[in-house]
């Protein structure tokens, strides 16, 4: 079973900016497509944005509409980590942010819906001054 393990939450003031880190064991994600997922206090989940496994030949990513031109997700592969860099955060940007992953050749594409194979605890985001 991949695991996923995020980190890099915690308290920020309007405008400011995160950068979260998902990271994988034991496998290595260039093999799966990996994307940011949200969920807001008392909302549903919803997909913030998701890029392409490494060994797919190129580096194809989505984003929600309302995350575009903020946000931004990028992979070290050395590291084995998917970044997600959040940019000029807004109070409704508060939310518990996870991590999941798809297997490459699984037959399901990067995209935001929520059928994801795999799935990180979560790592909490507060945007509040």
């Known amino acids: 079973q991949l695991q996923l393990a995020e980190s890099g939450g915690g308290l920020v003031q309007p405008g400011g900016s995160l950068r979260l880190s998902c990271t994988g064991s034991?496998?290595?994600?260039?093999?799966?497509?990996v994307g940011w997922f949200r969920q807001a206090p008392g909302k549903e989940r919803e997909g913030v944005s998701c890029?392409?496994?490494?060994?797919?030949?190129?580096?194809?990513?989505n984003y929600a509409d309302s995350m575009k031109g903020r946000f931004t997700i990028s992979r070290d592969s050395a590291k084995n980590t998917v970044y997600l860099q959040m940019n000029s955060l807004e109070v409704d940007d508060t939310a518990v942010y996870y991590c999941?992953?798809?297997?490459?050749?699984?037959?399901?594409?990067?995209?935001?819906?929520?059928?994801?194979?795999?799935w990180g605890k979560g790592t909490l985001v507060t945007v509040s001054s």
């Open positions: 999941a992953a798809i297997r490459r050749g699984s037959g399901k594409w990067c995209d935001l819906t929520l059928g994801k194979d795999y």
């Open positions: 034991p496998f290595s994600l260039d093999y799966y497509h």
């Open positions: 890029i392409a496994s490494g060994t797919s030949g190129g580096s194809a990513t």
